[in-house]
């Protein structure tokens, strides 16, 4: 049986430094670049760096360093099938780059939005991929009839696809509006759905941090569930949500979200609103950090950046630092860092959620008399229970613990006379 092996297309990068710019973030923003591309199964043949004060408002690189591309090209044979750019292009600069190199080319929007493309699984997720790259791809329609008659498959046709990309406006319009119709009746949807959970008086927690932090592999462990994690950036674009267990019969609502990273792209925030929505909402945020990284403080500083954009920076916080196990003594945040494949660290965490979880909770002293099993049973459900103690000589229980602010579970169990004594 005969095998096909599937050909890598072969992509250049050019990126543009801007001298005002921290160098350190630009590289970093170039390493990003090539990690993209390593997601999206490209393959790297060089990579092209101009530094300038400016983009330049054609060619977004000079022309003089665009005639260099070009000898380089004819000189070296180096050949590729696609530009990949370090930044968002205009519809002018696209179109003269394109002219010039007679290739694809691809910005850095466009990549994300293709990876998106090839991650999106659920209705949901399809549907927020290609909204947002019709949103992108309307304003720079005009002039753009022959570089997209060009596109014959691979980066940059996913979603959509080539065929809707050659519609024209009013089409593009048009499908715009019904999905974000289809996009308005799912997010209905989910608002009953976290409604009716909100009646159930679950506490919600959500995991956010930066792609490939390590969100999907706590999600897992936390909540003994199988979803896709892989070492690529992006590896979870559609959200879930499962019920975990804490404290001897405390459950709460966990939910694993998108990555953020450098640079995300506006149409992306916007789409995906509804993808965040379960961070959104949460009562308590675990932000995932890979400590292992060289550029963790960059990360740390993008996604509070992300968060305060998205009006989520007041919900509690607790910082992870993971992927211990990749990490050197010597490196900053080493004794406080864990690792998901570590048993004894996600107890850790978990001891670390129940504290900063009852911290935001009211502390009830309670007595209840024997035979109630029942009653400690609702209490372990609904409340944080700190400790039980049977006193042999009254025959009544002690319960220390902590209650949701807009619980009332204590109030109700004294109207219903279950609780003979009552102190805090």
């Not at 494949?341 to 007595?367: E, T």
Request: aromatic content about 6%.
């Amino acid at each position: 049986m005969n095998e096909t092996k599937k050909n890598k297309e072969r992509v250049l990068i050019i990126a543009v430094y801007k001298k005002r710019d921290d160098e350190f973030e630009f590289k970093e923003s170039l390493n990003e670049i090539v990690s993209l591309c390593e997601t999206a199964d490209l393959e790297v043949v060089d990579i092209i760096t101009q530094n300038k004060d400016r983009f330049d408002s054609t060619f977004y690189i000079g022309k003089g360093k665009l005639d260099e591309i070009i000898e380089l090209t004819d000189k070296e044979d180096l050949t590729y099938d696609c530009v990949i750019v370090g930044d968002e292009l205009s519809t002018a600069q696209s179109k003269h780059l394109n002219e010039a190199l007679q290739c694809k080319i691809i910005d850095r929007t466009q990549l994300i939005l293709d990876i998106f493309a090839s991650r999106a699984k659920s209705r949901e997720g399809k549907l927020q991929v290609e909204l947002a790259q019709l949103e992108y791809l309307l304003p720079r329609l005009s002039g753009h009839g022959q570089s997209l008659s060009r596109l014959g498959g691979g980066i940059g046709t996913r979603g959509p696809g080539e065929t809707k990309l050659e519609t024209n406006r009013r089409h593009i319009r048009s499908r715009i509006t019904d999905i974000k119709r289809e996009i308005s009746t799912i997010k209905a949807h989910r608002t009953r759905y976290r409604e009716n959970r909100k009646k159930q008086q679950f506490l919600q927690v959500a995991l956010v941090g930066y792609t490939n932090a390590g969100k999907s592999s706590w999600f897992n462990q936390l909540t003994k569930s199988t979803t896709f994690e892989e070492n690529l950036l992006f590896a979870t674009l559609d959200p879930k949500s499962k019920m975990m267990s804490i404290n001897d019969g405390f459950d709460i609502l966990l939910s694993d979200t998108v990555g953020f990273i450098q640079k995300l792209p506006t149409h992306l925030i916007d789409a995906f609103s509804s993808t965040l929505e379960e961070a959104k909402y949460a009562d308590v945020l675990i932000h995932v950090v890979d400590g292992s990284h060289h550029n963790v403080d960059i990360h740390i500083k993008t996604v509070n950046e992300l968060l305060t954009t998205l009006e989520m920076n007041h919900i509690p916080c607790m910082m992870v630092y993971n992927k211990k196990d990749l990490m050197h003594e010597t490196d900053a945040h080493y004794d406080e860092a864990v690792s998901a494949r570590d048993i004894d660290d996600i107890q850790v965490i978990i001891q670390k959620l129940i504290h900063l979880i009852q911290s935001d909770m009211l502390p009830y002293h309670i007595s209840i008399i024997k035979n109630s099993g029942e009653v400690i049973s609702h209490l372990k459900n609904a409340t944080l229970v700190k400790d039980i103690l049977f006193n042999e000589d009254s025959e009544i229980y002690e319960v220390h613990g902590y209650e949701r602010k807009d619980n009332g579970v204590i109030e109700q169990l004294i109207n219903k006379q279950y609780i003979k004594k009552f102190t805090i």
